[in-house]
């Protein structure tokens, strides 16, 4: 009985990842330029953010992008940076939010999927 049922579940496994990998061929996930690695924001400052739009999918899900702030890897999702934009705009202006300083700071870019950028800075 536990090994009829293992099996099934095996099957079902093989099937739902089967259907996930072949699936999304149009996610867009663009990766992120600057800023670069390394580089020191300061808060209040304006920053352009720009990320490679060289290689779109023909058909794109979601064209909407978002940009969120992390620190160590965790997103502050409620306080997006910025949102309504066009994906396949390149580039977006944002202010460098009030927040701690830290050097684990990345931005994440959404459309279809989010895509995290360099490890940057932030100073007051
Ligand atoms: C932001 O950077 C992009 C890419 O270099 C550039 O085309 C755009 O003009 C810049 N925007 C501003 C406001 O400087
Ligand atoms: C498109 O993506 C944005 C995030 O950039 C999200 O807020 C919005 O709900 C999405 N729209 C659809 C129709 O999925």
Redesign the pocket.
Same mark, same amino acid.
């Given at each position: 009985m536990f090994m009829k049922l293992s099996a099934v579940a095996v099957t079902l496994l093989a099937a739902f990842t089967g259907v996930s990998h072949a699936a999304p061929l149009d996610v867009y996930a663009p990766p992120l330029l600057t800023p670069t690695a390394g580089e020191v924001l300061i808060v209040g400052n304006q920053q352009n953010v720009t990320w490679d739009t060289s290689r779109p999918p023909q058909h794109i %899900?979601?064209? %909407?992008? %978002?940009l969120v702030l992390a620190k160590g890897g965790i997103q502050d999702y409620k306080n997006?940076l910025a %949102?309504?934009f066009d994906?396949l705009d390149g580039w977006h202006i944002i202010t460098v939010p009030n927040v701690q300083e830290g050097d684990d700071y990345q931005l994440v870019l959404?459309?279809?999927s989010g895509n995290y950028g360099p490890k940057f800075s932030i100073r007051y």
């Amino acid at each position: 009985m536990f090994m009829k049922l293992s099996a099934v579940a095996v099957t079902l496994l093989a099937a739902f990842t089967g259907v996930s990998h072949a699936a999304p061929l149009d996610v867009y996930a663009p990766p992120l330029l600057t800023p670069t690695a390394g580089e020191v924001l300061i808060v209040g400052n304006q920053q352009n953010v720009t990320w490679d739009t060289s290689r779109p999918p023909q058909h794109i %899900t979601n064209r %909407t992008g %978002t940009l969120v702030l992390a620190k160590g890897g965790i997103q502050d999702y409620k306080n997006p940076l910025a %949102t309504g934009f066009d994906i396949l705009d390149g580039w977006h202006i944002i202010t460098v939010p009030n927040v701690q300083e830290g050097d684990d700071y990345q931005l994440v870019l959404f459309g279809d999927s989010g895509n995290y950028g360099p490890k940057f800075s932030i100073r007051y």
